[in-house]
Each structure stands twice: as C-alpha cells, then as structure tokens.
C-alpha cells in the first residue's frame, strides 16, 4: 500500500465524490494539513472494497466452480465455500467489516443462545410450514414483540428464512439448533469460554505481551475471576463440562477420521499383535468415543483396546454407549504409564491443553512404557501450515491462548516438542485442510 504520508490531495477523495487539489483550502479558510490527507485518505480506503483487486479473479473462480461443484462433494463444496468467503471479504469495505466484527457476531450470539433458551428451534423447524412471529411467540411464551425482534436478526444473519412480513422457516441450521447436542454450543461458549477470549487483550497488556505459559493465571482466570484451571473449573460446573463435551462431539462432526480407509495405514497397526496384547491405549480418552468408532470400524482388529481418563471421567464413560469390548482404566496423564509395551498410545487433543513443559511430562511417560521397535506415539492434533492456515485452527488456537495458555502448533513446534521428549515424527498423516492430522511417532 502506498505510504499515506506520501500522498497528495488529488489522491483522495471525500465520500461526498469531491475532490481537493494540493494546497486547497477549506471554506472556512483552513489550509488542509497533512493529517487532514491521511484521514481523507483512510476515510476512502475505509469506504471502499477491502482487496478490489482480487474480486475478478474470485469472481470467476466462483462461478467456475459452481457449474461443476457437487455439494454432496465435501472437497467440492468446501473449495466453493472459501472461494466465496474470499470475495466477500475482498468485496466488504473495511468500515462493513468492522460493523460486523463489533455488532453483527455478538448480536447474533446472544439471539441465538436466546433461541435456544427458549426452545425456539425446536419449535420452527418441527415442519416445513412457515410459522408467525405471533405464533412462535405464543408457543415459547415470550412476548411477541421481543420475538418479532430476535427473529429480523436471526434471519438477516441467515440463521432462519423469511417468508412474509413476521413469517419464517426452518433452515439446516435451525434444524441442527433443535437438537441439543449441537444447541449447547452457545451457553458452553457463555459458560466457560467467551469471557476469557474477551479478557485476552488486557490480560496480554498486563502480562507485556508475553506468550501465554501459565494455565492458572491467564486470561480465563480474569474473565471468570476465578482462581481455578479450566479443568478445576469445570468440575465445579458440571453442567458446562457437559455442554462442552456436547459441543467437542458435533465439532468432530462430519469431519475425516485417521481411522478411515485413506487417511492412515491402519493395519499396519496389527503386525505382531495377538489377541491378549494390547493393540491401543486412548490415553485421556474422555468418553471414549474414539475407541468406539475404532471398534467399529476395525471389528477384526486385534488386541485389547485401553480407555483411560481420570476416575469421575471413567465412571461416567461406564454409563455411556462404550463398546462392550473396551477396557477401562483410572490413568492421571502426568504419571507413571502402567501399561507397559502397548502397539499405539493414542491422545486426541490432549497436548493442545496444555504448556510445552506439561506436555513433555506427559510424553515422557508414554516414552518409559513404550517397547523399542513395537511401539507408537500416535497424536491426533492440529497441525497448523506455514501458510493459507485454516480459520477454524487460527480460532482455535486463540482460544487456547485465553483459556488454557496453552496452543495449537506448527510442524516445526510439534518436531521440537515431540524431540524434546525423546520420540522422533516418522511421519504426519493428513487429509485435508482444517482437519486434525495424525502424527506418528517412535522412540528416538
């Protein structure tokens, strides 16, 4: 971008479409100064779209694409979708960007939390059939101009549809928002997330702008004013640990597993695994709902499967839908490994919880169990590219930051990491953009 100091005052232009001329001078006789160009300058940049020189060739990406996109494609549709959230933000002026940034996204948070508090979505998107604001009003007993209200800005953010004056009707969205494993994203986002996300700037001010390495004093502790680590919180707040537990499973949703045919060479697993050795130990595997969806996919597989958690995680786990098959075992991560010599140890996003220093403890524990020749480190994380990183990783790590100074890496941090424990990466397996790899790993 050209410097703004440097430019003169027929290069820019008031929102009025007059234009100055160097050395003109306002009507009230004041000489134009240099700060006057600057913000005249930025005032135009600020009114204008944000990158008009990408928008052609987005444009015609755009409708390239979606003359030949399958939207059953996942690859199809998610390449459509990026092309088109490139031209809007190269479309969108800066002063619209910065609207939606500060008004539209908390709005829409708090209308649809609302929502879902009142059972709203639910109510819609039972049918097909178009419902009134006076009727969804009446079946949710909130007031009806409240209602009328909520639901203008549900559906401008296209949450629902409009079809007539104060009539509405279901979309994908509101059908996801009628179940409640996807609808207790909003209040665990309330519950336990968004306040320490807000409290990041200032806790980054306070802290010199330091990176965050200290779990117990970060910004979570300021924007909860609590003392407690996330995870100390949450056991004192049993109903958000639920909600986040709802809301981890959907984010999984639909997403490719290392377990599917294609991504990692599974079987390769099973090579000299008998039946009572142990083929896979998911260490702080929570519900264990991935050693489920192992069994399912892999019912011949060899070798026992481990679940391990801590003590309230394992009961709970117990009552749910596990696999007949799984064993369970009380395990705190930052001690002793007691299964010596498994084929896989396996932690999915554990490591991104916490600082390099925990993560260390926790990875040299598996390395004294492990049977040199036999044994892996198999670690289901993000691993963010050097460039074109994926949003939903970019916003993941900043929560991470907040919440648990803690971070979502890079390769070059993973191999550090990993190297720093006394295991080396044979290989990263992924599948594609935004979604967890799978890092394979060996004793040193």
């Given amino acids: 971008m050209t410097d703004i100091a440097s430019l003169t005052l027929s290069e820019t232009t008031h929102t009025n479409g007059h234009s100055h001329t ?27 779209a944000n990158t008009p020189e990408l928008v052609p060739g987005l444009v015609d990406q755009v409708a390239s694409l979606g003359k030949v996109a399958s939207l059953q494609d996942h690859t199809d549709r998610a390449t459509l979708l990026e092309a088109a959230r490139s031209l809007v933000y190269a479309l969108e002026t800066p002063r619209e960007a910065m609207i939606r940034y500060c008004w539209s996204q908390a709005t829409l948070y708090a209308t649809l939390e609302t929502g879902v508090d009142l059972g709203l979505f639910a109510i819609l998107s039972k049918d097909e059939r178009p419902k009134s604001a006076a009727e969804l009003a009446k079946a949710t007993g909130a007031n009806p101009v409240l209602l009328a209200r909520i639901l203008k800005h549900l559906c401008a953010m296209g949450v629902i549809l409009e079809t007539g004056p104060n009539e509405y009707r279901r979309t994908g969205i509101s059908i996801s928002l009628s179940l409640q494993r996807y609808n207790d994203a909003y209040p665990c986002m309330t519950n336990c ?21 200290n779990g117990k004093d970060c910004a979570f502790q300021r924007g909860f004013r609590t003392d407690l680590h996330f995870f100390e919180f949450m056991k004192e707040n049993p109903e958000a640990a639920s909600q986040f537990n709802n809301h981890m499973s959907v984010y999984h949703q639909g997403r490719p597993s290392w377990m599917d045919v294609g991504f990692y060479d599974v079987p390769s697993l099973f090579a000299n695994v008998a039946q009572d050795d142990v083929l ?89 169990a492990m049977k040199p020749g036999h044994s892996k480190v198999l670690i289901n994380e993000n ?62």
């Fill in 22 to 48: 160097n050395g003109a001078n306002h009507t009230n006789g004041d000489c134009q100064t240099n700060g006057d160009l600057q913000e005249a300058f930025i005032d135009h940049r600020a009114t204008s």
């Fill in 280 to 368: 896979l130990v998911d260490v702080g595997g929570s519900m264990g709902h991935d050693l489920s969806e192992f069994r399912r996919k892999w019912s011949n597989a060899p070798g026992r499967l481990v679940l391990q958690d801590l003590p309230d995680v394992v009961a709970q786990a117990k009552t749910g839908p596990l696999h007949p098959s799984i064993e369970t075992m009380e395990h705190d991560f930052f001690t002793e490994q007691p299964i010596k010599g498994a084929r896989a140890y396996y932690m999915h996003s554990v490591l991104h919880d916490w600082t390099d220093d925990n993560c260390r403890k926790i990875l040299k524990g598996l390395v004294n």
């Fill in 383 to 444: 691993v963010i590219p050097d460039t074109n990183a994926y949003w939903e990783t970019t916003s993941l790590d900043i929560i991470m930051m907040a919440d648990f100074a803690s971070t979502e890496r890079t390769e070059a941090h993973w191999h550090q990491l990993i190297g720093s424990a006394g295991l080396k990466i044979t290989k990263i397996w992924n599948a594609q953009k935004g979604v967890e790899s799978l890092i394979e790993c060996e004793l040193a």
């Fill in 193 to 213: 997330i968004t306040s320490g996300v807000l409290a990041l700037p200032a806790q980054l001010k306070k802290d010199g702008y330091a990176n965050p390495a």
